[in-house]
């Protein structure tokens, strides 16, 4: 067991996919997330994977957020979204550090998801709570969307929005 250090949590991107709005962030532990082909295949499996939430029975809200997170061992996505209130669906894909485009869906058996990425599970959480929950009979949807965290793997994360105003290049330097 490995002595728990804080990581690097970015939120890259607003993105909306077939009326889905999905925020994006990326976890690593560098100085900065170094697998930008592995999130350009993320980002472009989007629809297919979106597609299938239909599937399930479930209303859902057609808001989501995806980790891409930089691990030890490889590359871990979890595409996240709200299903009937306050329900979080998530799907998790493993990808070698070798074959960083192939996806693998993952876990066959019990695992959720690691310490890094429940922090910004916990974050999404309590903001699904105040904008969304709380406010059942008018939900704000907007704010919640606006909501945004990130870590710079120091003492505290910092939560100042990030403008979904990027600008093109800033947001593709967040990606590579």
Not at 41 to 61: D, V
Not at 77 to 84: I, P, S
Not at 118 to 131: G, L, N, P, T
Not at 154 to 167: D, M, Q
Request: glycine share 4%.
């Amino acid at each position: 067991m490995n002595h728990y250090q804080p990581r690097k949590i970015t939120l890259v991107r607003f993105l909306t996919v077939n009326n889905w709005k999905i925020k994006i962030y990326t976890i690593t532990r560098q100085t900065r997330f170094a697998f930008g082909t592995t999130m350009q295949a993320a980002l472009s499996a989007l629809p297919a994977w979106l597609e299938q939430s239909r599937t399930l029975g479930f209303e859902n809200y057609e808001t989501a957020f995806l980790i891409v997170h930089e691990g030890i061992d490889g590359i871990w996505t979890l595409l996240n979204w709200w299903v009937e209130g306050g329900i979080l669906y998530s799907r998790t894909f493993f990808t070698a550090l070798t074959a960083p485009t192939e996806f693998q869906v993952l876990p066959r058996e019990g695992f959720m998801s690691c310490v890094w990425e429940m922090e910004v599970i916990h974050f999404e959480r309590a903001m699904w709570i105040e904008h969304i929950l709380k406010k059942a009979d008018q939900p704000d949807f907007e704010r919640y969307w606006q909501a945004s965290w990130h870590h710079d793997g120091s003492a505290a994360p910092c939560t100042e929005p990030l403008s979904e105003t990027a600008t093109a290049s800033e947001q593709r330097s967040s990606l590579t």
